[in-house]
């Protein structure tokens, strides 16, 4: 992605049903874990069906800063060199850009015997700690400790270790995986995250000669190896990103073929979807969705997976604006990400929320074009739906959010017929 195409502001003229095929993008947050592993090696690793997104140019960058190359060797392939890495210390701007560059901690421990790092950015949805990774770190047999704003692990190499974790956190399992892959002995990670993203690192892992089992459950066994191997891996496909196509199709009374998609991780979407109304079919790896007939209220609640993803649950709720009926939203992973429901009725929804976990919607609401702001990546998404439903012209800023993980959102729903323009 051109560093010049990120951001700006688009303006959608509501109202077109979309028809038509559109391919999904290689998964935004398993890509940030694959590049994170190849710094455990100095031999290459490629990455194919890598998404052309923000985020991924800046862990390139958060790489590049320990020395790595990275390489784009096609538009969405990457080939990583990690050989020459000269620091264990990645700057606290680079850091600040997106969440995902905290795995590089738990890399460079195992590569390096040492890493730091200040608090990773992210998304503003609610408080975000880390003490699973650190005291996953620890259990490891490093040493952490806070040097001013930097966490720093030391050790004089990993120890297996049985490792309970406080919450199913999806960084902090993966960050454990990468610290574990080489330790000396045998790891068990208890109430593990079992996302597709964790289940795709375990797969890059061990294909570069790890030895990991009980991905996607919530007990992750690794038996540590002495040295891995430089590996090519695919990306899985965004099952977010596809999602957000499922519900687009459906929120502007259209059908589209959604291709390239794993439809194994949309479960808990396509089962809510059918139960709010929305015809979808399955079909090997296409999504066939046909909005058009009455939606109904449902209840969601946001949960770690194989629950409904948080990362859907504001395009899930902007949704359920058109549907017959009162909706109850539960964000139940993050402890404030319904701050885009502001924004929404500015668009005329009509949306309470009790606290900042529940969200209550009564529909139909029609929805009215207005300017509003994208405040993080996913619910950017979601007020591109809802600009995508709205009578008249929607202005969203800040859409450099939605570029971060979201690959030429514009272009791919014009392709389906929506009428997006970005300036
Ligand atoms: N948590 C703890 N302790 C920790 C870590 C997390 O209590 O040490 C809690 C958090 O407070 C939060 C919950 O666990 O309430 C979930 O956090 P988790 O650590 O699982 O989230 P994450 O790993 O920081 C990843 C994705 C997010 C996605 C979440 C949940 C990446 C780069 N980010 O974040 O993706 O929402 O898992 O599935 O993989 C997005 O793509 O838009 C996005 C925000």
Redesign the pocket.
Known sequence: MAEERLGGTIVIEGGHPLRGSVSVSGS??AT?GAMAAALLVAEDCTLENVPDIGDVLHMAEVMRSLGAAVERLTPHSLRINAANLHSWSPPTELVGNL??SFLVMGALLARLGQAACSPPG??V?????????LAGFAALGARVSREGEKFVAQADGLKGASIFA???????TQNLMLAAATARGHTTIVNA?A?P?VQSLAAMLNGMGARICGAGTHAVEIDGVEGLRGASYRIVPDR?EAGTFAIAAAITQGEAEILAVCSEHLLSLLAKLREAGVRVEVDGDRLHVCGGGELRAVTIQAL?YPGL???LQAPMAVLLTQAHGVSYVHER???NRLLYVSELRKMGAEVVTTGTTTAIISGPTPLMGASVRAL???AGAALILAGLAARGRTEIADIYHVDR?YERIDEKLCSLGAVIERV
Do not use: C, W
């Open positions: 935004k947050n940030m969440r995902g992210g998304d949805i609610g408080q975000r700690p880390i003490d699973v990774h406080d919450y199913p956190s999806v960084l902090g995250a996302e993203e977010l770690p993803a948080t990362d992973v993050f402890d993080d990546v996913r993980g």
